[in-house]
């Protein structure tokens, strides 16, 4: 149930295509009748002209900067700040240093067919495959594509039961003033060849093989093939990146000699490791339509409960295309683009984006697809380790608001590039794939280490004032500005809302890692002397949560980004509990910014739905599920920014995470089910939901309330759930004895041992 995207036409244009991917290359599939394109990619291939971009020594504006932000001068405070730290790119009329992600080409093939009827494209998301069928001339043509985990390369097959098939095969690529292309033809083989100018060499490599038939050369790029009966292409992608040629690249992975349907199954297996390990079951019916009239009949009213099911789906499928064998975490669109220019250079954006992609991974049971994001954060510490030496003469590590392939750490977006957050945002994710993980290896050899470096800029950046506080200045909330500040897109100034809650949860992850591996005490201290002195979070007039050091008034009040609100979500620094007035307050703050008309992105829509899961407020994270679906996506489901009305995955990895927080969450290790169960999903159940503190949890509910739910834990501990008033809880163990438990306020706490199943009924 809700595992297919499914059409009866082809594609009207590329973000309506179907996507497959293997981490490292990845196509999108059209679908044509008389021509089929896949347009293609690989994770690694871009412009390459500026991968040994370095910082100047900017330290010495540090001073004035913060002279000029400490006296409230902040028009004059931005300005500096932006000439010593903005860099190239944005607002400045210079160019951005920062390679752009690019298109490795197109494979297009024209089969020999006259008429067609019964045509259906369908993506099938358990399987992995897109798959074309439809009738012509009498035959049944089916056309399947699937990026294949093991060999590493994208395979397309085409059949027709038994039927001969004809037809021509070739490679191209757009017309780009910056790359040059050539092709090589062999007897079964198409080679395209590129060469950006100063920069990255590339090649698209297809080889045919044909049961029965012939292979006939044509022109310098084509090859036609004559009645075979079955047809297989198999394409890869290769790049100089590591100082191999490209073609290298290629024979690394040798075609396979395997026959297709071993080719398939071992697919669908090695695929299912991750895709199958999480279930979720809604007891209503699938409407019996193609995607398409789905998702118009959605945008018109039509009451499709299940359409979110196939949507959440959807992202932990586009999860695994774009990270199963990478070496680079997924981009602004995944790793699929057409564009030569395309929006933002396709790049890594740290002030949401990225942190979002990734944030359904851990509790949605892919966190070995965290594997790239890991890599390249570690990748990124030499550099970021030069640039908070050359830029604020700081220890430690500081990472740009954004970069690309190459992770150097250069600021190139001058007017938005201010900001000393990123790194910290960055390390949350290291501490997450511990914290549900609880490998302690991990923690000691990789995330430890991250978060330390981390720490370490700040321990020499933070400033005392005459109250013995710590401020972080310069500071920003990232993209966003106040009266006052300028005519900068961004408003530089002291103690951003959110630089506190970055801070705060840093330097508590810190404190905690070390406890555990029980080292640093010295560091420790210094740690909690931070957090005990940093600014207090403040709450305005209105009762809103303040974004800023004081209450400024916004040039945007309905601004795209939620920054201040970091600590609601994904962050658990303001909580209903521990802090019940900034908990309100920061309620307050997000419905005064949708009601000035904010969420006006596809990734800024699935933010606030996030944000209401986590308030409990499961219809009203529905509500913007639905206008996630309905207003920001494609026809294929492809999440788009509003303007430029442009592809940009986040929002898909966004909306996937909402419903995971509606479903279960689990803030300081305590497992709260269905905390904000929208009213819609009646009756239904998720199997293989994981939880901070290493559990992974079932559940069943009925009426929207839970009625059964399994527990296991990768080592022995107490569990702790947050029960509902007015229920009556039931402990049993694999064997069905009933467990004794006890009750502190409305937590209810038994002791697991590790990988023994635990049931909780409910009454």
């Not at 293609?40 to 291939?45: F, V």
């Not at 683009?337 to 933002?344: A, F, G, S």
């Not at 250069?410 to 794939?433: D, I, R």
């Not at 020499?460 to 966003?480: M, R, T």
Request: glycine share 8%.
């Amino acid at each position: 149930m809700n595992h297919r995207l499914w059409y009866t036409s082809p594609a009207s244009e590329w973000k309506n295509g179907l996507p497959i991917g293997t981490g490292r290359l990845a196509g999108m599939v059209l679908g044509g009748i008389d021509v089929e394109r896949i347009a293609l990619n690989h994770e690694w291939l871009c412009v390459g002209q500026n991968k040994n971009r370095k910082n100047e020594d900017r330290s010495h504006y540090l001073p004035k900067v913060r002279k000029f932000l400490l006296e409230g001068r902040y028009e004059e405070g931005t300005y500096l700040a932006n000439e010593a730290w903005g860099g190239n790119g944005g607002i400045s009329d210079r160019p951005s240093m920062e390679d752009s992600y690019q298109p490795a080409g197109d494979f297009y093939f024209s089969l020999d067919q006259g008429e067609i009827t019964n045509y259906k494209r369908e993506l099938n998301l358990e399987r992995a495959r897109v798959k074309v069928t439809y009738d012509s001339d009498g035959k049944n043509i089916s056309r399947t594509v699937i990026g294949h985990l093991i060999e590493d390369c994208i395979i397309v097959r085409i059949y027709a039961r038994e039927e001969k098939i004809s037809g021509t095969f070739w490679l191209d690529r757009k017309e780009d003033p910056r790359c040059d292309t050539s092709f090589d033809l062999g007897n079964a083989t198409i080679i395209m060849h590129g060469a950006f100018h100063r920069g990255m060499q590339f090649c698209v490599k297809a080889d045919l093989k044909l049961r029965g038939g012939k292979i006939i050369p044509v022109g310098e790029n084509k090859l036609r093939v004559e009645d075979a009966l079955e047809i297989l292409a198999f394409i890869n992608i290769g790049t100089d990146v590591k100082g191999e040629t490209p073609l290298e690249e290629c024979r690394r992975h040798p075609l396979p000699v395997k026959t297709w349907e071993r080719l398939y199954k071992e697919n669908i297996i090695e695929h299912e490791k991750n895709y199958g390990r999480l279930h979720l079951t809604i007891y209503e019916e699938e409407p019996d339509l193609p995607t398409n009239e789905r998702i118009k009949a959605y945008r018109d009213g039509a009451d499709d409960v299940t359409l979110p099911v196939l949507y959440f789906n959807y992202g932990r499928y586009l999860l695994c295309a774009s990270s199963a064998n990478g070496e680079l975490p997924a981009n602004l669109q995944g790793k699929w683009n057409e564009e030569l220019v395309p929006p933002w250079d396709c790049d890594y954006h740290y002030d949401v984006n990225l942190q979002m992609n990734y944030w359904p991974a851990e509790n949605g049971h892919l966190e070995e697809y965290t594997e790239a994001l890991i890599k390249y954060l570690e990748k990124m510490i030499p550099y970021g380790r030069d640039a908070a030496k050359k830029l604020f003469g700081c220890n430690g590590i500081w990472l740009p608001l954004s970069s690309d392939v190459w992770g150097c750490a250069t600021p190139e977006t001058y007017g938005w590039s201010v900001w000393v957050g990123v790194a910290a945002w960055l390390a949350q994710h290291m501490w997450w794939h511990y914290e549900y993980g609880q490998d302690l290896e991990f923690l000691e050899e990789r995330a430890y280490p991250f978060i330390k470096e981390v720490a370490a800029f700040y321990e020499d950046f933070l400033i005392k004032d005459e109250n013995g506080i710590y401020q972080v200045v310069p500071s920003q909330s990232p993209e966003n500005r106040f009266v006052g500040g300028g005519d900068f897109p961004v408003t530089i100034c002291v103690s951003s809302s959110i630089d506190i809650q970055l801070i705060m949860d840093l330097l508590s992850h810190a404190i905690r890692a070390a406890k555990i591996l029980k080292v640093d005490e010295n560091k420790q201290e210094i740690w909690q002397e931070i957090l005990d002195y940093l600014p207090p979070l403040k709450i305005g007039s209105k009762g809103q949560l303040l974004e800023w050091n004081e209450e400024f008034e916004e040039v945007e009040p309905n601004h795209r980004h939620f920054s201040h609100l970091f600590g609601v979500f994904p962050g658990e620094q303001i909580d209903p509990e521990r802090t019940p007035e900034l908990f309100k307050a920061a309620r307050v703050s997000l419905d005064l910014r949708l009601a000035a008309g904010g969420g006006h992105t596809g990734w800024s829509r699935a933010w606030v739905a996030c944000l209401y899961a986590r308030f409990g407020e499961g219809d009203l994270a529905w509500e913007h599920i639905r206008a996630l679906i309905g207003d920001f996506a494609t026809e294929s489901l492809l999440d788009i920014i509003d303007q430029p009305n442009a592809f940009q995955i986040d929002g898909n990895f966004g909306g996937t995470a909402a419903i995971l927080e509606m479903l279960l969450q689990s803030y300081y290790e305590e497992l709260n089910f269905l905390p904000a169960l929208p009213s819609g999903w009646k009756n239904g159940k998720i199997i293989g939901m994981r939880a901070r503190g290493g559990f992974t949890v079932d559940m069943e509910w009925s009426e929207g309330k839970l009625t059964k739910a399994r527990i296991l834990s990768v080592r022995d501990r107490n569990c702790v759930i947050l029960t509902k008033s007015n229920q009556t809880y039931c402990i049993r163990d694999s064997w069905g004895n009933v467990l004794d438990y006890r009750m502190e306020g409305n937590k209810l706490i038994f002791h697991m041992i590790r990988d023994r199943m635990y049931f909780v009924t409910v009454e």
